[in-house]
Every structure is written in structure tokens, then in C-alpha cells.
Nanobody, 126 residues
């Protein structure tokens, strides 16, 4: 069982930046063998895909709403996933969750992921 803990959330003004981290522990396989993703959920809305990174070749995928502003990356030595968020907008306000998956496809689907963190809140004011 993988335990995931997010950090780095906070309150910023529009145009600002934040970097989220997701520390993985309890991995029965090496962290490098898990695909990882970021999702977010705003109040009253469904959890939506933000970004993902494969384990096999480090390929990245992004939701159209964050392309060019957010960057997902991973450090397989530190067992940590990151999400660099630049040019933040009020519509980015949400709880952000990281998740792990044992396969490398359909990474934009919530059902692909086996383990989830508890979330970290990001609030962007105009």
C-alpha cells in the first residue's frame, strides 16, 4: 500500500506561483514503477484531472486548462512528485490531490489510480 502526503498549498494572488509536493512512502514496489497524477476538486464540483506523468518514460499529460502554466515532475530518488503552478488564476482554486497508478495508460481517468493523498488547498484571489 502506498501512502501519499501532499504539501505546498496556500493562498496566493492571481498571477502568482506555488509548488505542490507529494511524498510517497510504504511503496512495496519502487516509486519509479508508479505512474503519478494530480487532480483537483473545487467546492460543489467533481474531482478533475490536472496532470500526470508516466513511470516508463516520464511522458507528461495536462488538462487543457493548465497547459503552459503547470509543470508536473518527479524525483524517483526522493520518492516525490511535484506540481509547479505558475500564472495562477482564481479558477485554479481547489483542493489538489496526488494519486498513484500501477499502469501507464488512461492517466486522465480517476479510476486508473489506486491510491490517493488527503489533499492540499490552493486558493487564488483576484
Amino acid at each position: 500500500q502506498v501512502q501519499l502526503v501532499e504539501s505546498g498549498g496556500g493562498s496566493v494572488q492571481a498571477g502568482g506561483s506555488l509548488r505542490l509536493s507529494c511524498a510517497a512512502s510504504g511503496v512495496s514496489l519502487t516509486f519509479s514503477r508508479y505512474a503519478m497524477g494530480w487532480f483537483r476538486q473545487a467546492p460543489g464540483k467533481e474531482r478533475e484531472f490536472v496532470a500526470a506523468i508516466t513511470w516508463s518514460d516520464g511522458r507528461t499529460y495536462y488538462a487543457d486548462s493548465v497547459k503552459g502554466r503547470f509543470t508536473i515532475s518527479r524525483d524517483n530518488v526522493k520518492n516525490t512528485l511535484y506540481l509547479q503552478m505558475n500564472d495562477l488564476k482564481p479558477e485554479d482554486t481547489a483542493a489538489y490531490y496526488c494519486a498513484s497508478a500501477s499502469r501507464d495508460w488512461r492517466l486522465s481517468s480517476r479510476t486508473t489510480y489506486n491510491n490517493w493523498g488527503q489533499g492540499t488547498q490552493v486558493t487564488v484571489s483576484s
